[in-house]
Structure formats: structure tokens, C-alpha cells
């Protein structure tokens, strides 16, 4: 059966450094892999999504990036985080018909 | 650009009631609509999906309907008990470029 991991479940990090968080997804392969931003009170905002190894789509200009090394390997980064990054940050992967999510990453910048 | 909306934001009942959440989208060209569970700092639960040539998918005490042409779907939660308290999200899935687009989610609160 297909399963996603994403680690670390919590990081508390200072304004300016840097930031990497790594999902992995088991089980399938050529997933279209995504990673959610969800800000207090607010809805869940896509951040980047990729359909393949190397192919990155960005919907929200911002200080993040990612990064697809492998194939079942999606990485948020920063080189410098700002207070507005803090959130719930949530991987997902889908077949192109059904999406599954990791247990997300509370990111506190302070 | 697909836009999801979700009525009501909060929905507080007693146990036992019957409950219709609502979803509706702007673009009518999707794949699918999947309907989620998240409780309080967790991730994401799939509980219904619903592929876009289906009417509605029924998991026990749960049932979604989808009306594509009018873009809407609704969840039918029946006899609701206290565990049933959580944010429900609406997603769907469609497009060229392969998004899940998530509408705001309705807390759901079931009193005892």
C-alpha cells in the first residue's frame, strides 16, 4: 500500500535561517507530488506542485522553493525564513485521481 | 481559475442530528472531488472521493453527492456523533496543470 512520510512534525526556527523539509512517498511511482501552506484560520494554500522528477510548478511567488530529486522525494526550502512563513505545512501525492497527505510540519518562525 | 466555496464556515449541532455540509466550484471541467477530514493539528483524512462521471459515493454513516454541471457537492452526515467533531474540506481535482484546489472547510462541532 502506498504511504507518505513528512518530517519533521514540528520546528521552531529563527527569523533568517534557513529551512528544509523533506516528504518521501512509498509504494507507487510518478506520483504528482504538492506541498500545502495552512496559515492560522485560513484555507490551505498550494505552494508548489510537480508532476515529474525536476518539474516544479510554483503558484505562489514567495521565500520558498522546491525541489524534486527523486522520484518519490518532494523538498520545501528557504534560504532565509521570514515571521510569515510560520504555518501547517501539508505534502500530498495523487494518482491523478486521488490525493493522500502526509500529517503536515508546524513551522514557527520566531 | 477554479475557486471552491464551502457553506456553512462553522456548523455547531447536538448528537444524533442529521447534517448537510456544502461545496460548490466555479469550473465544472474537473476530474474528481474528494471530500476530507482534519482534526486539530493533523494532516488531512480522505473520506469520500467522487470521480466526475459518478453521482455519489456512500462510506457508512457518510454520503457525498456531486452535480458537475452545477457545480456543487454536498456531504450528508447522518445520526452525527461527538468524534464526528472536526473541519471538513471540499477539494477538486482538474485542469491542465493537474491542482487540488480546497475550499476554506466548515468546523463541525456535535454536541452530547
Known amino acids: 500500500s502506498q504511504t507518505i512520510h513528512q518530517w519533521p512534525a514540528t520546528l521552531v526556527q529563527p527569523v533568517g535561517s534557513p529551512l528544509s523539509l523533506e516528504c518521501t512517498v512509498e509504494?507507487?511511482?510518478?506520483?504528482?507530488l504538492y506541498w500545502y501552506r495552512q496559515a492560522a484560520g485560513r484555507g490551505l494554500q498550494l505552494l508548489f506542485y510537480s508532476v515529474g522528477i525536476g518539474q516544479i510548478s510554483s503558484e505562489v511567488p514567495q521565500n520558498l522553493s522546491a525541489s524534486r530529486p527523486q522520484d518519490r522525494q518532494f523538498i520545501l526550502s528557504s534560504k532565509k525564513l521570514l515571521l510569515s512563513d510560520s504555518g501547517f505545512y501539508l505534502c500530498a501525492w495523487s494518482d491523478y485521481t486521488e490525493a493522500f497527505f502526509g500529517q503536515g510540519t508546524r513551522l514557527t518562525v520566531v | 481559475k477554479q475557486e471552491v466555496t464551502q457553506i456553512p464556515a462553522a456548523l455547531s449541532v447536538p448528537e444524533g442530528e442529521n447534517l448537510v455540509l456544502n461545496c460548490s466550484f466555479t469550473?465544472?471541467?474537473?476530474?474528481?472531488l474528494q471530500w476530507f477530514r482534519q482534526d486539530p493539528g493533523k494532516g488531512l483524512t480522505s473520506l469520500l472521493l467522487i470521480q466526475s462521471s459518478q453521482r455519489e459515493q456512500t462510506s457508512g454513516r457518510l454520503n457525498a453527492s456531486l452535480d458537475k454541471s452545477s457545480g456543487r457537492s454536498t456531504l450528508y452526515i447522518a445520526a452525527s456523533q461527538p468524534g464526528d467533531s472536526a473541519t471538513y474540506l471540499c477539494a477538486v481535482f482538474g485542469g491542465s496543470n493537474y491542482k487540488l484546489t480546497f475550499g476554506k472547510g466548515t468546523l463541525l462541532t456535535v454536541n452530547p
Open positions: 469550473d465544472s471541467a474537473i476530474y474528481n
Open positions: 509504494g507507487t511511482s510518478n506520483p504528482n
